[in-house]
């Protein structure tokens, strides 16, 4: 079958009709375009737990702040439209902007607590603009499942939350974090970095990794294991740290007790461009 | 068929697929209980237009401010229970305050602009309440139609607006206001009326009668019409006013011209009861 492209949501409600006459479970890959690897990982899990894929493409202007990098964020659609073809996905769902947000649109959604910390302190709204895009394109697919990546762990958290607390009937699925041979998770924003910066990039990852080495090893201060992170990060001039800190990967919040496990968590700009990137961390 | 009684969410997930195995239609009518002649007439209504009809019954503590009337406001379960059987009614849902808002909950649902005034105005975060509790209640029982009754106009234009906004498949119906003879909107609250002020309650609709006499006499000038409701409500001294508007049906805002429809809208209090009331005008 060839890949449908769809832009509306009435279209998709034609569609899925067929598709659930069939009997066949739907997956929906939730992305703002620009597909790289760890899209194409969610695309294959997606592909491989579900008879009927779709991949959303949105850039989703709800979720950016107004001095963040919307404007240059947009992929190519036909060269996004050519992986999922590679991939196998059955549509791709590209709806404009104004087909998601008319102008009357009034209505958001929002979860506490979970978005409290970590990018949620350093992006307000970020996460409110995430729910509500979520919860429009779960109701327009009504997905048996939804991917999304371990890289943005505190927007999977924050959207099982609000599946749970709103009774949704969907599966959310984190898929693993892909990575740069030097362990940079990859990333649509990796594009803007020069040489330069992208060789600094690599000290993320690092940081992350000697926070799980130290927890490892039985340090069961979250400050120190904090500082050791911070120290790697800090050494490296074309870094600057937004944040780095241990939290409970339920909630989301600062954890200070590392006897269970703990996600390491760390966004960081370098030059202009805002990364992030996790850890989960198992005690010994 | 018996009336089933359902307090799990899960169940409901259970009983559906029976239903939708069948290919029947499925009707949602929420409610609070204390059922009254206004939702007997939500439940006939859904009762003729769908194959399967829930009611919900559940109090919601998050639309209840804290000196509201949360604590009187339950009904007898079995009085209840006894109205959907004799209605007909496939299942009754009433979840417990856990089920619906265990500890962990996080997440809650805001429609702007059209909870600014009226009772949105007096009662601040009621409409973040009720939205939050509906959705649930879509989510949970994905019913094709849900009925709601004139008489909470704004909840009414809020909840379609929600349902717009987010994409949700399911079709709001409005059901006319039921009115005593002497034309005091069916409510709960009427219960706790004495004689002398129920017999005050009455001056609501008289007012919301005049405003539209007056716009069917060709008065076009808003702040006229308001008054002249205003003043027979003020003429009733066991009734104090919180609002008494004319406002846009779709975007509860105030009206200025009176050449299209528009809704007058009035909560008061009778004693310690407070009521509300609306009437929608066409101009002549």
């Not at 939730?30 to 294959?44: F, N, Q, S, V, Y």
């Not at 970020?126 to 919860?135: E, M």
């Not at 709103?166 to 990796?190: F, H, K, M, Y």
């Not at 690599?202 to 069961?220: H, N, P, T, Y």
Request: glycine residues 6%; hydrophobic residues 40%; negative net charge.
């Amino acid at each position: 079958m060839a890949l449908e492209l769809l832009h509306e949501a009435t279209e998709a409600r034609k569609r899925l009709y067929t598709v659930r006459r069939e009997r066949r479970t739907v997956g929906l890959v939730p992305t703002m375009g620009a597909l790289h690897a760890g899209h194409r990982k969610l695309i294959e899990e997606a592909r491989s737990e579900c008879d009927w894929v779709v991949v959303s493409i949105f850039v989703n202007p709800l979720q950016f702040g107004p001095q963040e990098d919307f404007d240059r964020y947009p992929g190519k659609l036909s060269v996004d439209l050519r992986v999922c073809e590679e991939l196998g996905v059955d549509a791709v769902f590209a709806p404009g902007v104004d087909e998601m947000y008319p102008f009357s649109h009034r209505t958001s959604v929002e979860v506490k607590e979970l978005t409290d910390h970590l990018c949620g302190r350093f992006r307000p709204g970020h996460f409110k603009g995430v729910t509500t895009v979520v919860l429009k394109l779960l109701h327009i697919w009504t997905p048996d499942r939804a991917y999304f990546g371990e890289k943005d762990a505190q927007q999977t958290a924050v959207i099982k939350q609000m599946v749970q607390d709103l009774n949704l009937p969907v599966l959310i699925q984190e898929v693993a974090t892909v990575r740069e041979p030097d362990g940079l998770a990859v990333s649509s924003r990796n594009e803007f970095l020069d040489p330069e910066h992208r060789k600094a990039a690599g000290s993320l990852f690092q940081a992350l990794q000697e926070a799980a080495r130290q927890v490892k090893e039985g340090i069961r201060e979250a400050g120190l294991v904090r500082q050791a992170g911070l120290d790697i990060l800090e050494r490296e001039p074309l870094i600057q740290v937004e944040y780095f800190e241990l939290v409970d990967p339920e909630r989301m919040r600062p954890a200070n007790d590392l006897r269970s496990a703990v996600r390491a968590c760390s966004a960081v700009h370098v030059g202009n461009v805002r990364l992030i990137d996790n850890l989960l961390i198992q005690p010994a």
